[in-house]
């Protein structure tokens, strides 16, 4: 007869080293994170006594003064007699004029030419080659300042440029009509942003019960009276005005109207055109990623090309493009603090101003640094959100 080893003391032998190796790694995480912490304390420590020694004062007091600098270009309410605190709000919604609008505009020609790289038209295909080959191999920096450069060459406001109606372009920047916006239109403009999301949650809905009883139901109405019919009854209720106010040429200046100012303007088209380059890269490989056997099958069903590539491609090829899109929405937003060499007050160029008023550089630089991280750590909460929605679900 042969006798078996009992299992039990395996079992057990083996969730005692995995017990020890648990131990040992968590004794190590310790110890490394108390390394850390203590190299970081006695870098602070030894900050805070050099700076007593000098005499400079420490902390964020500072915040609370009268800042004295003047900020051109701001949608928020400023004047020179406000504290800094309020001077790097001003900074902060800069910094997200640039880099939100740059996104979304990035996302849309940059999607556009990665679809015109893949075109059997072989003149679009080359010209999309060119733009993203030309624009990814100069540096951000240059481009910054060629389009700055172009924007101060353009005709003075006397002689502005009217491509359309009621838009100007002249070394002043880019004027355009605009409609004044109150806390009614604010209100009315959130109304119809909840009127989507409930749209959307009603979408699920009827898709759920069609697939459910197989019976198609419309989503029209629905759409009619959440996105349209609610926002305009309190539009009416409100007394809003939509009324748009077109710019005029008034001696040296225009009145009226929303004004993009030629250093704002220059950033955007640079940061734009620049991550646009990489992203047309990544859409690119990313439906060069889905099997042709998609494309053969769509084929054979008789599908049009423009309905194959927007509901059955794309969604696929979107588990390839989000996380590397990912990376070139930081680096649009992270980049957006070139704007201090054309002169742009976003929060880097707001902190330097600070710095070089107060002395505080530890304080500002840690505002600045608090910021991006910030910002970018919603970026990354966001996409990596969307990432784990869209990604396949293994059974």
Do not use: C
């Amino acid at each position: 007869m042969t006798t078996s080893t009992p299992e039990f003391p395996r079992r057990r032998a083996l969730r005692l080293s995995l017990n020890r190796q648990q131990v040992t790694g968590l004794v190590w995480q310790i110890v490394v994170v108390g390394i850390a912490v203590a190299v970081i304390a006695w870098l602070w420590s030894n900050a805070l006594h050099n700076l007593s020694v000098r005499r400079i004062s420490t902390g964020f007091a500072f915040l609370g003064r009268e800042a004295g600098m003047p900020i051109a270009d701001s949608w928020l309410a400023y004047s020179p007699k406000n504290t800094y605190l309020r001077a790097f709000l001003v900074g902060i919604v800069n910094t997200l004029r640039v880099a939100v609008i740059g996104i979304v505009l990035a996302t849309v020609l940059g999607t556009m030419i990665g679809i015109a790289r893949l075109s059997r038209n072989w003149l679009l295909s080359r010209l999309a080659a060119v733009y993203v080959e030309m624009l990814r191999d100069i540096p951000l920096l240059l481009q910054l300042l060629f389009w700055y450069v172009l924007m101060q060459g353009l005709p003075a406001a006397r002689a502005a440029w009217k491509p359309i109606e009621g838009i100007f372009l002249s070394n002043r920047g880019l004027v355009l009509p605009s409609i004044p916006i109150d806390e009614a239109n604010l209100w009315v403009i959130a109304a119809a942003v909840a009127g989507l999301i409930v749209l959307h949650l009603v979408r699920r809905q009827l898709i759920a019960r069609q697939l459910a009883d197989g019976k198609p139901r419309h989503l029209w109405p629905y759409a009619l009276a959440l996105v349209a019919g609610w926002p305009a009854l309190l539009s009416f209720a409100l007394g809003a005005s939509w009324t748009i106010t077109m710019p005029e040429l008034r001696g040296f200046n225009f009145v009226g109207g929303l004004t993009l100012a030629p250093e704002y303007f220059a950033l955007l088209i640079a940061l734009v055109t620049y991550t646009s380059a990489f992203i047309a890269e990544i859409v690119r490989s990313g439906i060069q990623a889905v099997p042709r056997g998609q494309w053969d099958a769509a084929n054979a069903l008789g599908l049009k090309k423009s309905f194959v590539l927007q509901r059955i491609v794309l969604p696929q090829a979107l588990r390839v493009i989000i996380p590397p899109m990912t990376s070139q929405y930081l680096n649009l937003t992270k980049n957006s603090s070139l704007a201090v060499a054309v002169g742009y007050q976003d929060v880097v160029s707001i902190a330097n101003t600070t710095l070089n008023q107060t002395g505080q550089a530890i304080e500002a630089i840690a505002l600045i640094m608090m910021v991006f991280l910030t910002i970018s750590l919603g970026i990354s909460f966001f996409m990596n959100w969307y990432n784990a929605r869209i990604a396949l679900v293994e059974r």
